[in-house]
């Protein structure tokens, strides 16, 4: 399987920047993707990363460094319904599966 | 364009009995994937189908779990004797091929549905 680590909690204010970092191991690395989760909703997708460097979206960015295994989101100029659970998730070569790390609570306040 | 349809969104049932949980794909997406997430867990791959075929069941537990496409209807997951430890939100994904992304995108996006949220009592 693979050990995807995220941190549990971030506190940030409006306005702010804030970065949720991922890290993974795993075999034949295929992609790392990135959900947003409200409460009680589906999983909406962000972004995929599949080679080294910066994507960027808009307000959300996204990183990826295969050899350090590792992934950041940042979320900029923060708003209120940002505030949501983060998903990392690996897709390895060959599956399909996606395996999702436990999600990072975002808290935006005022 | 509907997205993945999932239904019921709530449902509560007592140890010992049947739940079915029912996922329409979006149009055009005839791979399906189902995923658990326990509370403060992440989201677990259960199984993944295309229609009439199961291709990976290797995330779900031997027993009293079934799952299936049919060439008509939703996909449904069925668990049987249901006990409390079942109590969860199931989520089913959609694509609209299988298989792994290759190269930079595009890519076999998974798009979810709502999730049903199962209650044992």
Known sequence: GQNIDQPTEMTAT?????????TYQTSGFNGLFWYQQHAGEAPTFLSYNVLDGLEEKGRFSSFLSRSKGYSYLLLKELQMKDSASY??????????????GAGTTV???A | NAGVMQNPRH???????EARLRCSPMKGHSHVYWYRQL??????FMVYLQKENIIDESGMPKERFSAEFPKEGP??????????GDSAAYFCASSQVGGSPSGRGPYNEQFF????RLTVL
Do not use: H, M, W
């Open chain 1, 87 to 100: 998903l990392c998730a690996v897709s390895v070569s060959n599956d399909y599966k996606l395996s999702f």
């Open chain 2, 75 to 84: 996909s449904i997951l069925r668990i049987q004797q249901v006990v409390r």
């Open chain 1, 14 to 22: 409006e306005g702010a920047i804030v970065q949720i970092n991922c």
């Open chain 2, 113 to 116: 549905g709502p999730g049903t």
């Open chain 2, 11 to 17: 449902l509560v049932r007592r140890r010992g009995q």
């Open chain 1, 107 to 109: 808290t935006v306040r």
């Open chain 2, 39 to 44: 509370p403060e867990e992440g989201l677990k």
